[in-house]
């Protein structure tokens, strides 16, 4: 039985202040609803306030987890952020991969591999993020597309190092955009990675979650986490507000 994960993308928003106002309202609604207990809560804010949140987070069951790293390990690379260093100020994972960095920030197929690599060796829980944009998905390209981009990143791991990851579903189309794949058309992808996990270990299989990414909201995560293959969500937009990530929160651990 894989314990439901939801896990909040901040992208690139968030004041101290502010940060520091939502962190306390989400610790004492997943307090008082004893939220925890049947769902795993990560936040993911901007890497310089990685420190700021992992300190206010302190002592309480809300992981914390950093947006991208570097494939390199440390050295002449400036303006980049190594896996040992978010480790070291406290992320227990980090998203790689994920469809904007992909298409506005060069990641290609071989630099997501490496940058899998570099968290896990790390001891990061990389969360790999895949999906299809609108025309692969028009062109009947939806599970070859997504096939490719786990094949690719996954290549060079063994199963027990597989066995490690999440995976987060993500059609391009449905990110930031308040339009969601029907829970038929993200399940029958969700059920598709799981066949791969399945190739490559039975254990990975049956313990790597595989959350669905794009316009989750308070009013759709409910019919989404009632998936069979859907094991929580990858928030964006409304991770920012207190009331409606734990109202996702809250329909994880319900489900
Ligand atoms: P969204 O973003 O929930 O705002 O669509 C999800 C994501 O990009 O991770």
């Known amino acids: 039985m894989r314990k439901a994960l939801v896990a909040g993308n901040w992208k690139m928003n ?143 791991l063994e199963a027990g190092q597989i066995e490690q990851l999440v995976l987060a579903y993500e059609p391009v189309w449905a990110i930031g955009t308040g339009r969601t794949a029907t829970p038929q058309q993200a399940q029958e992808v969700h059920a598709h990675l799981r066949g791969l996990l399945a190739g490559k270990s039975a254990e990975a299989a049956a313990t790597v979650r595989i959350l669905y990414g794009g316009s989750v909201n308070a009013k759709n995560a409910s019919e989404l986490f009632a998936q069979p293959d859907i094991d929580g969500g990858l928030v964006g937009g409304a991770s920012l507000k207190a009331n409606d990530f734990l109202a996702i929160c809250q329909a994880a651990a319900s489900s």
């Open 14 to 156: 968030g004041r101290a202040k502010q940060n520091g106002e939502l962190i306390s309202s989400l610790l004492s609604g997943l307090e008082q609803q004893a939220l925890t207990e049947s769902v795993d809560v990560m936040v993911f804010p901007p890497s310089v306030y990685v420190s700021q949140v992992k300190a206010l987070a302190e002592g309480s069951p809300l992981g914390v987890g950093a947006q991208d790293l570097c494939e390199h390990a440390d050295g002449a690379f400036t303006g980049e952020l190594s896996a040992g260093m978010l480790s070291d100020c406290g992320c227990a994972a980090v998203l790689v991969g994920h469809s904007e960095r992909r298409a506005m920030f060069g990641d290609t197929e071989a630099r997501v591999a490496a940058k899998v690599s570099a968290a896990l060796e790390q001891g990061l829980v990389p969360v790999l993020c895949l999906g299809e944009t609108l025309e692969e998905r028009d062109a009947g390209e939806t599970l070859k597309c997504v096939e490719a981009q786990f094949e690719s990143a996954v290549a060079g």
